[in-house]
């Protein structure tokens, strides 16, 4: 688990971070999974976008995905949400105390 203040310390880390994917009208398949979990691993934080088509809102996007990635929820703003996990080869994120 993350404490507030360093998912406040990511939010800021993902105000200049490029959104790299989207989740469609096909809501979250084992590609999308397996594709979030290497950006994950190459970036440690990564944010994507909930397009309209999705049957799934951001916030259940958000829930489905932590389970699956073992990531940590950082936020959702609007239909964009923006996922944590701690890298095993590239860590390049050093969390606050």
């Not at 398949?29 to 290497?38: H, I």
């Not at 309209?52 to 699956?68: D, I, N, W, Y």
């Not at 940590?72 to 095993?88: F, N, W």
């Amino acid at each position: 688990m993350i404490t507030t203040k360093q998912r406040a310390y990511l939010r800021g880390i993902a105000n200049s971070t490029e959104t790299i994917m989207q989740i469609g009208k096909g809501g979250i398949t084992e590609n999308l999974v397996k594709t979030v979990s290497d950006a994950l691993e190459a970036r440690e934080i990564v944010k994507l976008s909930v397009l309209e088509t999705s049957p799934l809102t951001p916030k259940e996007c958000m829930e489905g995905l932590q389970p699956l990635l073992g990531c940590e929820a950082v936020q959702v703003i609007g239909r964009k949400i923006v996922l944590y996990r701690e890298s095993k080869e590239n860590k390049k994120i050093i969390l606050p105390k």
